[in-house]
């Protein structure tokens, strides 16, 4: 149950688009479409943001998009805004009725 | 929807506590529920879950043995689930979340969270 490897920061301006990689293995990522996405803001909980690779739950903005490729997923914020400096969480079912969360990343908007 | 959890507090090593989540607004009948942990500045860390009929229980290798979820339905829309923490370790110091899952299903996210609780493991 290691956690699944996520760049510490990535950061854009606003406006711009980019992509956040969720790397695991064959055993979670890799081998089910179980990958969920949280936005957490600081003091905040955590809110579920990518369900199932790439579903958006209700209200979430469609800036917000999510992939899979192999053993990796990947979140992609385009039209990047203020309010979406925040941590980001991937997280994955293993198989063995049990998950695993990235190690996180911290988004700037410059 | 609403997740409260309580119970919380600082603890010494090797002993237990019991952190509880008072949950209304569904029916744990319909969702599974997990207990996720995030350490002070660190990331979110995976502990628990629970199946919607609350026989079927699962945990991350670093509390397995150590730790048991429980839950409690009283009626349609009011439902306790528990943590109990044995054999606490400094490392076990963390803000405790409970989670509601969308659905029954395995790999669902979890589309409600509680604020959370936060236990200190320390002499």
């Known amino acids: 149950q290691s956690a699944l490897a996520q760049p510490a920061s990535v950061s854009g301006s606003p406006g711009q688009s980019i992509t956040i990689s969720c790397t695991g293995t064959s055993s979670d990522v890799g081998a089910f479409s179980y990958v969920t996405w949280y936005q957490q803001h600081p003091g905040k909980v955590p809110k579920l943001i990518i369900y199932d690779v790439s579903g958006r739950p209700s209200g979430v903005s469609n800036r917000f998009s999510g992939s899979k490729s192999g053993d990796t997923a990947s979140l992609t914020i385009s039209g990047l805004q203020p309010e979406d400096e925040a941590d980001y969480y991937c997280s994955s079912y293993t198989g063995t009725h049990t998950y695993v969360f990235g190690t996180g990343t911290k988004v700037t908007v410059l | 929807v609403r997740l409260v959890e309580s119970g919380g507090g600082v603890v010494q090593p090797g002993r237990s506590l019991r952190v509880s989540c008072a949950a209304s607004?569904?029916?744990?009948?319909?969702?599974?529920m997990h207990w996720v942990r995030q350490a002070p500045g660190k990331g979110l860390e995976w502990v628990a879950v629970?199946?919607?009929?609350?026989?079927?229980?699962?945990?991350?290798d670093s509390v397995k043995g150590r730790f048991t979820i429980s839950s409690i339905s009283r009626d349609s829309s009011t439902n306790t689930l528990y943590l109990q923490m044995n054999s606490l370790r400094p490392e076990d110091t963390a803000v405790y979340f409970c989670?509601?899952?969308?659905?029954?299903?395995?790999?669902?996210?979890?589309?409600?969270w509680g604020q959370g609780t936060l236990v200190a493991v320390s002499s």
């Open positions: 607004g569904f029916s744990f009948t319909s969702h599974t």
């Open positions: 989670a509601r899952a969308t659905t029954i299903a395995d790999g669902a996210g979890l589309d409600y």
């Open positions: 629970i199946s919607y009929d609350g026989i079927n229980k699962y945990y991350a």
